[in-house]
């Protein structure tokens, strides 16, 4: 079993829909979460960032840790056509932060 | 800024052939990693470098070796390439001094084994 689940996907919505991405986990000593964006045949570039448990807010994006499910959320409202990505959650539990590990990526398409 | 550069972006190779790829960051960043991503199977660690003078295996190190050449270069090479070792590489890198979380990422480098 792996240590982080992500439904691959993939998600097709409508310009202007709200996106839910999420991902599992099953290491509770994991305390580092974050979002990474991956557009097509680039690298990946961190999106969101949080620490523990709770809420944290960024434009049209919300990152959400529930640590008692061992469950992470990304929301879009508002999604746009440039949201069209591939979107890794990642998580950590070294403070020395040497590893990180990936989820397998949720590929989003937002249609105009 | 040029970040993190990798090289080549592709290549291809027959069984049994060696090659390395290439990374150099330019962010004075102490850590750095490679990583394979594969369809299924996301992204991968292959071995990690904490600091210059130091190397670790990750996740799926066999079948690799790894130099950390000095702060900015950290190569990866195949000495043997096999099918199985078909995949896009990513190298990475991090300040290292606090755990922001944020990896900055190379464009990858495609490699077809044969």
């Known amino acids: 079993q792996k240590e982080v689940e992500q439904d691959p996907g993939p998600l097709s919505v409508p310009e202007g829909a709200i996106v839910s991405l999420n991902c599992t986990y099953s290491?509770?000593?994991?305390?580092?979460f974050m979002w990474y964006r991956q557009y097509s045949r680039k690298g990946p570039e961190l999106l969101m960032y949080t620490y523990s448990s709770g809420n944290k807010e960024d434009g049209r994006f919300t990152a959400q840790v529930d640590k008692s499910s061992k469950y992470i959320s990304l929301f879009i409202r508002d999604s746009q056509p440039s949201d069209s990505a591939t979107y890794l959650c990642a998580m950590s539990y070294e403070t020395s932060g040497s590893r990180l590990t990936f989820g397998e990526g949720t590929q989003l398409t937002v249609n105009p | 800024n040029a970040g993190v550069t990798q090289t080549p972006k592709f290549q291809v190779l027959k069984t049994g052939q060696s090659m390395t790829l290439q990374c150099a960051q330019d962010?004075?960043?102490?850590?750095m990693y490679w990583y394979r991503q594969d369809p299924g199977m996301g992204l991968r660690l292959i071995y990690y470098?904490?600091?210059?003078?130091?190397?670790d295996k990750g996740e799926v190190p066999n079948g690799y070796n790894v130099s950390r050449l000095n702060k900015r270069e950290f190569s990866l090479r195949l000495e043997s390439a096999a099918p199985s070792q078909t995949s896009v590489y990513f190298c990475?890198?991090?300040?290292?001094?606090?755990?922001?979380?944020?990896?900055?990422f190379g464009e990858g480098s495609r490699l077809t084994v044969l």
């Open positions: 290491n509770s000593a994991f305390q580092y």
């Open positions: 962010m004075n960043h102490n850590s």
């Open positions: 470098s904490a600091s210059e003078g130091t190397t």
């Open positions: 990475a890198s991090r300040s290292g001094a606090v755990n922001t979380g944020e990896l900055f």
